[in-house]
């Protein structure tokens, strides 16, 4: 048993055991291997794609997933005592909340895997989908040279958890103050896109569009990068804010075509969490 709370939980090994289990999946393998087990799931009502994944997912398997809104979680009753009655039905806990101190928690009080489904701190399930996605298209993709565009968030970090397991070189574009530790950071897309391959972005709060005009994803810059290069906006993205219609109505923009892996990915990550 394996529980799921940050990419740096696992090494390049383990990513690579879920590329093979997402591999056997999509050949018609593990049908039934949730069978006659009980998958609860703490979800926002605004989540789309990670909910609706992990739900058919589990259908898939062959398991029951069972569904709670993620404020469940934030009343009074202490979260040892929700854990503590968990244990008794579930056999896995798939969670989305702001905060990744309460998933840790709840692994010191659950005995059955806990997978993180977003947190304000990370996204690791997405960062699995995206680095299988770009197994199946890039030579060795941890050779290639990634740009983050967007400020100091989920998504950003989520990226430099990947980098930091995988060795791949990360950098970020972004306005002043928004840097993520620890990585090169540009304010300008002209210099930032240069001899990048994977240009990953994140959607901006309406407050800090105006800090980040210098560093729109256009498709003048994204012809300023490698040859061969893609555009992996994290959804949702705004177009006309963090990137241009026309970048995303280009042949660089992979996003569709990347976020059909989550389901399969998604699979994997469960049976990877419970035979580990």
């Not at 979260?79 to 905060?99: F, P, Q, S, T």
């Not at 972004?174 to 994140?202: F, L, P, R, W």
């Amino acid at each position: 048993m394996k529980n799921l709370i940050r990419l740096t939980d696992l090494n390049v090994s383990d990513i690579y055991d879920i590329f093979k289990l997402t591999d056997e999946i999509k050949k018609g393998k593990y049908q039934d291997f949730l069978k006659g087990k009980s998958v609860i799931l703490f979800f926002p009502n605004t989540s789309i794609r990670t909910r609706v994944t992990f739900e058919k997912g589990i259908y898939l398997l062959g398991g029951q997933p069972v569904l709670f809104p993620t404020d469940a979680l934030d009343k009074k009753e202490d979260l040892r005592d929700v854990c503590g009655y968990l244990n008794n039905w579930a056999d896995m806990v798939i969670v989305r909340h702001k905060e990744i101190d309460l998933m840790q928690k709840m692994t010191d009080c659950l005995k059955v895997p806990v997978v993180n489904a977003m947190t304000d701190s990370n996204h690791p399930c997405e960062m699995l989908a995206d680095l299988y996605a770009l197994s199946k298209i890039r030579k060795d993709f941890t050779k290639d040279r990634f740009l983050f565009v967007g400020e100091r968030g989920n998504i950003g970090l989520a990226w430099k958890e990947a980098s930091d397991v995988m060795g791949f070189s990360l950098e970020q574009c972004c306005g002043q103050g928004y840097e993520m530790e620890g990585v090169v950071s540009y304010h300008n897309i002209y210099d930032a896109i240069s001899e990048k391959d994977i240009i990953c972005t994140d959607s901006l709060p309406a407050s800090a569009l105006a800090d980040f005009r210098e560093c729109q994803v256009t498709i003048a810059a994204m012809e300023r990068a490698n040859e061969g290069a893609i555009l992996n906006p994290c959804p949702p993205f705004y177009r006309g804010e963090e990137v241009t219609e026309e970048a995303i109505e280009s042949k660089y923009f992979v996003g569709y075509e990347f976020k059909k892996y989550l389901l399969d990915v998604q699979q994997a990550i469960m049976i990877f969490c419970f035979t580990s």
